[in-house]
C-alpha cells in the first residue's frame, strides 16, 4: 500500500477510553451514535487543538486504526434547548486509538500572513506541541470523550488489522466542512460546503482525499472571509520566544 509522505509531514498517536464521531446533521437532539472511524474533520479538529494559526492549513493523509473498533450505548439525560433533560442512548466507540499522518500546506486565502511563511519553524513548532499532548485540551469528536496525543513512528507497532485480507468499506460518510477561507475551488468561494465521501480501510489504514477531491459535496449559505485585526491578532510575533527551541 502507497502512504504519502511528505516535507514538513508531522506523525502522532491519539488514544482515549471514549469517541463520539457523529454526523453533525443528527447531531442536534435525539439519539447520537458514532461512525465506525473518525472523520476527517475530527481528525483535523485533533490537530488544531495541537497546533494551529491561520498562515497554514492543516491536510489530513492517513490515519492507521489501531484497536478493534468496538462500541458501547449509555444512557444520558442532555439538556433540551426549551429547558429540562430528556433521556437519551448514545453510542460512543470504545478504548480508541489511532496513527495519524498529516501535513501543512500554506492558507492562500490569507495573503496578510505572506511574511510569515516558514515551513520549517512551522513544523518544528508542530512536532514540539506534539512532544507536549497538545497546546489544548484533545477532544475526540465531543468534549466528554478525552483524548491523548503523543509522538509516534507512524506505521510501527502491533495493530489490530494488521492481517485484514481485502478491505472494509465504511459507506457514505460525512467528510468535513469547507469555510470560506479555506476553500481552493473557484467554486466553493464565498461559501460554507459541506462534503462527503466513501473510506476503506485496508490492513487497518485508511486514505484520506483532500477536500478538493471530494465530488459530493453541498453548498450550505454564502460565508466571507473573517479577517484578523492587528490588535487581536499577533502575527508574527506569536510564539516568538518559541522559534529558537
Not at 19 to 46: C, H, M, N, W
Not at 55 to 75: G, L
Request: proline share 4%.
Amino acid at each position: 500500500m502507497e502512504h504519502k509522505k511528505f516535507r514538513n509531514t508531522v506523525e502522532f498517536q491519539v488514544s482515549g477510553k471514549y469517541a463520539l464521531f457523529s454526523d453533525p446533521v443528527t447531531r442536534v437532539g435525539g439519539e447520537k451514535f458514532s461512525y465506525q472511524i473518525p472523520t476527517y474533520e475530527a481528525v483535523k479538529g485533533i490537530l488544531h487543538s495541537v497546533f494551529w494559526k491561520p498562515t497554514i492549513k492543516w491536510v489530513i493523509d492517513e490515519m492507521r486504526i489501531m484497536k478493534p473498533i468496538q462500541t458501547e450505548t449509555k444512557a444520558v439525560k442532555p439538556l433540551m434547548y426549551r429547558g429540562g433533560n430528556d433521556l437519551s442512548y448514545y453510542t460512543y466507540l470504545k478504548d480508541v486509538s489511532y496513527q495519524v499522518r498529516a501535513h501543512f500546506v500554506w492558507n492562500m486565502n490569507r495573503p496578510e500572513f505572506e511574511q510569515d511563511r516558514n515551513e520549517n519553524k512551522y513544523h518544528n513548532m508542530a512536532r514540539r506541541m506534539i512532544e507536549r499532548g497538545g497546546r489544548r485540551d484533545i477532544f475526540l469528536g465531543t468534549r466528554e470523550c478525552q483524548g491523548y496525543v503523543e509522538p509516534c513512528i507512524y506505521g510501527e507497532g502491533k495493530g489490530y488489522y494488521d492481517e485484514m485480507s481485502g478491505e472494509l468499506a465504511f459507506g457514505f460518510m460525512y467528510h468535513g466542512l469547507t469555510y470560506a477561507d479555506e476553500a481552493e475551488l473557484e467554486e466553493d468561494r464565498g461559501k460554507l460546503t459541506v462534503r462527503f465521501w466513501r473510506p476503506v480501510m485496508r490492513e487497518g489504514y485508511v486514505l484520506f482525499c483532500t477536500p478538493e477531491e471530494c465530488t459530493e459535496k453541498r453548498h450550505l449559505h454564502d460565508m466571507e472571509v473573517k479577517k484578523f485585526p492587528d490588535k487581536k491578532f499577533s502575527g508574527l510575533k506569536e510564539f516568538a520566544q518559541e522559534e529558537g527551541a
